[in-house]
């Protein structure tokens, strides 16, 4: 167990090192301690503004929405190692060659997992804000007590989304029912008690106020649906070849308004058959989302309830733009080299369908306007968020072409992305809190956006496309 | 195929360089292959076989050196070239979530094949996997995967193609009668470029080859030369790699 735990953790390094280099992989959890080391002296700035108690929410609700994102790559990860990797073979599998269980493998890797995401984000981050401690009279007791709760709020997440995981991969019905029990749990919860969600997120309430009682608790927050996974996994090798009648011809013919119809027919089919329309839709937009929903409606208390929705409808346009990830999540550039079809070509037709899915959010902020009576913003609101999606699309189709989800890793990328993107964001948020109506104005952001996008087309035609 | 290409050969390489990083894949080869060969790029593993055939596709650029496939340059109209010859990848890469059907009806569509379900019922038969044609291809074989991607590769009927590892997932009897197609294609009239380390396949099927070792071109020649001077394709390839190796 302990040599397939080190193995693995080498295998995971290897595989991010080999796709964008060791050195720039190397200095992500150093940008992650950067960014938290600066970002700790702005705290008396935040302090003027939103209480010490909601800013924990928004940290701790950060990692919780972490761990979600790498337990749901857990859940995705089989095929997109497929897709990436082709022939090579991981220690995951390893149980077809070597006489280790499956369910060994998995334990090992959930503390795998655990060990090295607690490494390459919770710790840089918690370091950060330690060292910067000192200089902003913050008592050295407090990164220590953060770095347990915000551990314990990553695994929570990660714990939740390997359980649901599991459930789900037993039984589809099952999980259906879990989830709405959850959900009408959840809401009757509030609405009958009053019990915000925020009292039911321990590692929070451990930060509020620490006790061995809330402790324990926390932690079996973690070890029971870890345990329950553990116990429910199931092989993922029983699955029934499945059979299907031929839908390109039908798509391309209904798809005909689109540039390139076919690879427009292809993308719908990878994104309904992968699962990863329903899937994605839910872990990486409408949970998100609700979290911060949650989130920004506490800081409805300190600024007009109109700003809030359009703070939210930016970040929704942020989550929006991350939609392109899924039509590029499982295709590989591999799969086009024996066919004529240029990269910018490619991008071209990833970028249709991705404005075809942006009826998602368009149609969710048009519905949080009306629920949360906002329906004097709902113009701006709707402009700002398509506007943010389409800018942010055009950002990381600039950085990453056709590989978003492994490039983001590069720090250099990233950090980029974060600027251009974050700098555009900041003067909305202005424009925004200075006069709702001057949010529309966010539209002129469609002209670096297509500048960008037209640049990108160059740019990924004249380079050899990165092999993972 | 135009009185040009003719006359300029079919593949015409100059002074190809690929390096990445530090590593150079494929120094300074230059070769030419006519119309009507079956060509074989011979060479261990990790001698730069497929970083060739990468090269001749327009899939990776030269860093230097300059290539034309049927009369079109390689690094100028990479679209051009594919649109024009059949390719198979050394992975077998069908889209997963595709059935057999429906990657080669999206061959189709992208290639504007007319009628080309009825042309791939053909292959289905041909190749003896009728009973896979509905199934995703994340779910096939590696053989059935390596048929799927030779249907596609010749279902348009180029003139010229370009197969990394022809034979390396297919039966005994499937290799059999693949060898016999891509003879009978080129006595055809077309051209086939293949890159292989099984040396038998080579010596059996192919009329011209080129020895490649750690990206350096060795030798070019015909398998006719070699059995006047009775000799093997894997003695002569042998001494020829080790003398390349300790030389």
Redesign the interface.
Known sequence: MVKLFVNMMKEEWRVHSTMFGSLSFALFPVMILGIAFMGSFLLPLFRAVVPPGYLAIIIHTIFLLLGIMVGGFGLLGM?VM??RF??ASLLSYSARSLPISEREIFCTFVVKDTVYYLILWVVPFVAGFAIASPFISVPLSLPLLLLLTLTLAFLTGLALIFFLSTVYSRSKQAFAVLFVIMLMGWAGLYLYTGISTAALFLPLQLFYAFSYATFLAACAVVIIPSAIAVVLFTSEYT?T?????????PL?KKLSFFPY???A??DL??LF??GSFIGQTLFSFFIPLGLLWFLLSVLARFIPPGDVLLLFAILTGVIASTMYTWLTM???F??Y??????VPVLLKSKMCSFAVLQVIPATFIVLVSIASGGVAYLVPAFVLCLSVSFYALSVTVWLTGLSPSVLVYDAKVLLLYLVSVGIALLALIALAFVNPYYAIGSVLLFLPAWLLVKASFTKWD????PVF | MSLMEMKQGVIEAQGLVKQFGDVIAVNNISLSIRQGELFGLLGPNGSGKTTMIKLLTGQLRPTAGSATVLGLDVKKDPVGVRERVGIIPEQETPPSFLTATEYLDFVGEVRHIPDVLKKADWWFDYLDFNDKRDVLCKDLSRGTRQKLMFTQAFIHKPTLALIDEPLINFDPIMQRKVKDYLTEYVRCGNTIFISTHILEIAEEICSGFAILHKGTLLHTGTVAELKERDQHLDDFFLSLVEKGTHG
Do not use: Y
Request: charged share 30%.
């Open positions: 095929e497929n897709r082709g022939q699955d070849t499945k059979r299907f009648k031929n839908a390109i011809a391309t119809p076919p690879l027919a292809k089919i990878d058959r992968s499982f295709d590989t591999s799969s080299t024996c066919l004529p079809v240029s004249m380079q050899d496309q």
